[in-house]
């Protein structure tokens, strides 16, 4: 697909100290967002923080963007997304922050400047909710957490020794 096939993001800088999000290379699907921050920050273990990306975009009505972790800094700092996967609606115009967790054992440092999350844009289909009595059977049915071939994990509190 060349990039005139592409859907445009409109990118709003509300400062010029971090570049507009660019995808890292050509193969890439998320678009990187930098920490849009004055100094430094430190992350302690176990500790939360919302940390501004210094743009806003108007995602096309249709499409949704979601925010993911950088893989490096999962793995090399500990760091991930708190709220697992962020979500961005179509229709909101205020600026991206990324809620980050520390997840290792040491303070973790966030520069200036510093790629802390990716933006993806994706398709979406609405869903109407209907009420119903019942639904309708398939042969797994209700199973799930294991149910497809590992053992269940235990009930809480309890030793899964039945």
């Keep these: 697909m060349s990039t005139q096939d592409l859907p445009t993001l409109p990118v709003l800088r509300l400062t010029e100290a971090v570049p507009l999000p660019a995808c890292a290379t050509e193969g890439a699907a998320g678009l990187d967002l930098a920490a849009a921050l004055s100094a430094p920050i430190t992350l302690t273990p176990g500790g939360r923080t919302l940390v501004p990306t210094g743009v806003a975009v108007a995602i096309p009505e249709g499409y949704a963007g979601l925010l993911f972790a950088r ?63 019942q639904l309708p059977e398939t042969a797994r049915g209700a199973g799930g957490f294991g149910s497809t071939g590992t053992a269940p994990l235990p009930a809480p509190g309890g030793d899964g020794h039945g």
């Design 71 to 133: 893989s490096g800094l999962a793995l090399k700092k500990g760091l991930c997304l708190a709220n697992g996967v962020g979500l961005i609606d179509c229709d909101y115009r205020g600026e991206i922050k990324v809620a980050l967790l520390n997840t290792g054992l040491e303070p973790v440092e966030i520069a200036p400047g510093e790629r802390i999350a990716q933006l993806m844009l994706t398709p979406f289909l609405k869903a109407r909710p209907v009420a119903v009595e």
